[in-house]
Structures are given as C-alpha cells and as structure tokens.
C-alpha cells in the first residue's frame, strides 16, 4: 500500500508569489489535515477536510488555503508569500472516522520563500 | 497555547541504553500518538494509544498513558544509533479533526 505523497519536496518561492502543495493520501482514506513545521512554533495545524468538506481550521491568516477533491487529493494554497511562511508542510492521512485512527505523513514540502 | 510540552527537550545516551522521554497535553483526546522524525523529513507513526488503555507495546517501544495527570511516556529499549531522531507526541484534541503536537525530544543515541 503506498504512503502519503507530497508534492514537490522542494520550493523556492519569492516574496510575494503565490504556492500550490499536493497532497495524495493512503488509498481508501478520506481525511486528509495539513500541517506547518517551523523551529519557532513547532507543528501547527492548518485544517483539515473530508469528503471535500473542511472540518477544522486551524489559526492561520486568510492566506493560506485548501480544498480536497473527489478521489480525496488535497491541495493547499499560500498567496502573497511572506519569508515567514517558510517551512515544512507536512500533510497526514486517516481514514477520517471518529474515533481511534492512526495518522500517516507524507515526507513534507520544504517552502523557502527569498 | 494548546500546544503539548515534553521533556526532555534533548537527550543523548549512549548506545544499549534505555531512552525515556515524556509527553504532557492539556486537553481532553480520544487517543495520544507518538511519532518519529529525522532530520526535518516526514513524520513516522510509532504508535497509537487510546484513552481506555494504560500501556501498550511494539517491539522495543512501551508507551504509557495517564489521562488524570494528562500525561503520556514513551520508553525506547536497548536504543540504537539509527534511533536518534525527535520524537513526538500528537493528541487528538477529543475528536476536532486536528492533533496538537508536543515540543519534541531531540534523541541523540551514541554509537
């Protein structure tokens, strides 16, 4: 069964710009959450989706942005980068009960924005 | 913050020896998570352990649970150089959709 798959691994983006990260979940899992990792704030939640509904929403600036399709593939969005955006977005897969389910990751996106 | 505190927040033991690393979280969950990460990499599922349960197993991991201190450990055995990583914990915010993770442990495991 393959993993989680981000997409790309690496960005460099400016100032300004704007960024798209994709997200491929375990095949059959439906919820699909997205994750920032920075060394100042650690891990933090951006939101989350289910059947292309978002669940949670994480304290993140309008900015930043996702939305799930149909065959459960997330994308997420940063416009207007900013150089503190600059981080690892993870993303993490569950089958998306309630209840007690394990959470996968991908290997991440590392954004640097110049 | 709702973030989770562990501790220590680095570690560095040599190898063979047992590595002991603690979770605290503030919130009621459903179930508390322990995950691996190497280098700024993705994060690897250790394992799961829910609400109901005190202490859990998987190979050379034991994880335990306390929700009345709202705490949680993860013991790693006879550790191994390919160990060091950071290590966290992640509670699922009593069915929010969202986990909220500890600071980390930096495990540095000397060969």
């Known amino acids: 069964k393959a993993g989680v798959t981000q997409t790309p691994r690496y960005l460099i983006k400016t100032r300004g710009q704007q960024v798209t990260l994709s997200c491929s979940p375990i095949s059959g899992h439906r919820s699909v959450s997205w994750y920032q990792q920075t060394p100042g704030q650690g891990l933090q939640f951006l939101f989350e989706y289910f059947s292309e509904t978002q669940r949670n929403k994480g304290n993140f600036p309008g900015r930043f942005s996702g939305r799930q399709f149909s065959n459960s593939r997330s994308e997420m969005n940063v416009s207007t980068l900013e150089l503190g955006d600059s981080a690892l977005y993870l993303c993490?897969?569950?089958?998306?009960?309630?209840?007690?389910?394990?959470?996968?990751f991908g290997q991440g996106t590392r954004l640097t924005v110049v | 913050s709702q973030q989770g505190e562990e501790d220590p927040q680095a570690l560095s033991i040599q190898e063979g020896e047992n590595a002991t690393m603690n979770c605290s979280y503030k919130?009621?969950?459903?179930?508390l998570q322990w995950y691996r990460q190497n280098s700024g990499r993705g994060l690897v599922h250790l394992i799961l352990i829910r609400s109901n349960e005190r202490e859990k197993h998987s190979g050379r991991l034991r994880v335990t649970l306390d929700t009345s201190k709202k705490s949680s450990s993860l013991l790693i055995t006879a550790s191994r150089a390919a160990d060091t990583a950071s290590y966290f914990c992640?509670?699922?915010?009593?069915?929010?959709?969202?986990?909220?993770f500890g600071t980390g442990t930096r495990l540095k495991v000397l060969a």
């Open positions: 919130t009621s969950i459903n179930n």
């Open positions: 993490a897969s569950t089958s998306g009960g309630s209840g007690n389910t394990e959470a996968f």
């Open positions: 992640a509670t699922d915010a009593g069915g929010t959709y969202k986990y909220i």
